[in-house]
C-alpha cells in the first residue's frame, strides 16, 4: 500500500504541498453524495454507492478514483488506528456531507474496519537519481514518484 505522502503525490500529480487545497475537485468529476444525507444519494452523478473505476476517466498521470468512491487505506498509523485518504461516495465535495472530497482528506479508523466504502489499492515504488526519503519509510521525489495504476 502507498504511505501517505505517496497517495498525496499522486492524487494531486506530483505537486506536493502540504495543507493546499489544490486537490480539491468539482461536481461531476468524482463519486460522491448528492441529496438528504443518509436517507437519499439521488446519483445525478451516475452513480449511487460505488462507481467503476474508470468512470469518472482518469486525472493526470493515468490515476483513477484517488479522490471520492471509496477511502483509500494508506501504510502507517499506530497500535490499532490505522489512517484512509481521499474520501467517498458517502462524502461531498463542499464537506456538507460528512467529509469535504480533497487530496488532502484523511480519516482513521480502527484495523479491523470493513465498510462498503472503504478501499485499497497497490503502488510499486521506483527508485530514481536523486530520490529522497518520504519520512514514512518511502523513496520518491517530487517528479520522479511513480503509481500504482488500479487493477
Not at 502540504?18 to 441529496?35: D, F
Not at 468512470?55 to 471520492?68: E, I, K, P, T
Not at 466504502?117 to 517528479?143: L, M, P, W, Y
Amino acid at each position: 500500500m502507498p504511505g501517505e505522502r505517496e497517495y498525496e503525490a499522486a492524487a494531486r500529480y506530483g505537486r506536493w504541498r502540504e495543507g493546499s487545497e489544490m486537490g480539491r475537485v468539482g461536481e461531476g468529476t468524482v463519486n460522491t453524495w448528492q441529496g438528504a444525507f443518509p436517507g437519499e444519494d439521488s446519483g445525478t452523478d451516475g452513480h449511487v454507492g460505488t462507481a467503476p473505476v474508470t468512470a469518472y476517466g482518469s486525472r493526470a498521470g493515468g490515476f483513477y478514483n484517488l479522490v471520492g468512491n471509496v477511502w483509500e487505506w494508506v501504510r502507517g498509523g499506530k497500535g490499532a488506528e490505522r489512517f484512509v485518504r481521499g474520501a467517498s461516495y458517502a462524502d461531498s465535495v463542499g464537506g456538507e456531507v460528512n467529509h469535504a472530497a480533497t487530496a488532502a482528506s484523511r480519516s482513521h479508523v480502527a484495523e479491523e474496519t470493513s465498510s462498503c466504502n472503504i478501499g485499497f489499492r497497490c503502488a510499486k515504488g521506483v527508485q530514481r537519481d536523486g530520490a529522497s526519503g518520504g519520512g514514512d519509510g518511502t523513496k520518491h521525489t517530487e517528479k520522479g514518484m511513480r503509481y500504482g495504476h488500479e487493477l
